[in-house]
């Protein structure tokens, strides 16, 4: 259900999506140009994962969870695709490592073909594109990320588990969401570590009293002030959380001098 109130933390929900290939006629297997009437059987999705920010448990909904529907065709994703609309619903702002370009675009495509509104507008944070723009790793990937970064690692699969899934094997499925969650809980940890480093797309001060400052990226009360802020027409307080070691500048300026002169 849509979100109707402003909780007292903002509600960061961090999720992973799994689909399966699409089945073509091809003459050739390298560098084919596949024809939209050679399609037999187009993706749907397997399953997916999600779990919010400060919470222990992680939530999975696969094909499987709706027998007769899995039972009659085992490419009808249409509960899959409700029960994760229903947890984008709910959400402030939401987490994936390449979600903006895969796990967001995916959902919507097959949202609307199910017949599913839109779901609410919400912040989105990919973690991809955060280690691109600040970092130099020599990997992006999230496996390459947990590890390089000593907060866990994805579970190993191959290309046989999709095509297992393809087929409908319900082993497999239940394969493919162990799989599934482990990437969620890699997420959570690997932003942790990065959040730090980027701006806060999601403000927590905006989600407590008024008049009360805390770190706009993690919520933390622990910071400490540390020199001046100058932009082109202001200068502002400048702070570092003790929690999570993110700078950010102060919110209330009545204390520093302020000036329309550009320099």
Partial sequence: MPKTQASK????????VENSHNIVATFNL???FIPHDNILQHWFMFCASWKWAGKDKVHTVS???????FKEDHTDDYYVIAK?????SEADAVVAHNGDR????KFNARAIQHGFQPIPEVIQIDTLKIAKAKFNFNYNKLDFLG?????GKKIKTNNELWLRC???ERKALKEMLHYNKQDVVVLERVYDKLKPYVPAKVNFNL????????????GGNHTHRSGIRRTRTREYYRYQCQGCGHWFKSIDAKDVKSTSKIS
């Avoid at 933390?9 to 992973?16: A, C, G, T, V, Y």
């Fill in 9 to 16: 933390e903002p509600k960061i929900l961090f999720w992973d």
């Fill in 30 to 32: 390298f560098k084919a």
């Fill in 63 to 69: 094909l499987l969870d709706d027998p007769l529907r």
């Fill in 84 to 88: 994760i609309h229903e947890a984008l």
């Fill in 102 to 105: 895969f796990d967001m675009k």
């Fill in 147 to 151: 590890e390089y970064l000593g907060v």
């Fill in 166 to 168: 393809l087929k409908g």
């Fill in 207 to 218: 989600f407590k009293s008024t008049g009360t400052q805390v770190c706009p990226s993690c």
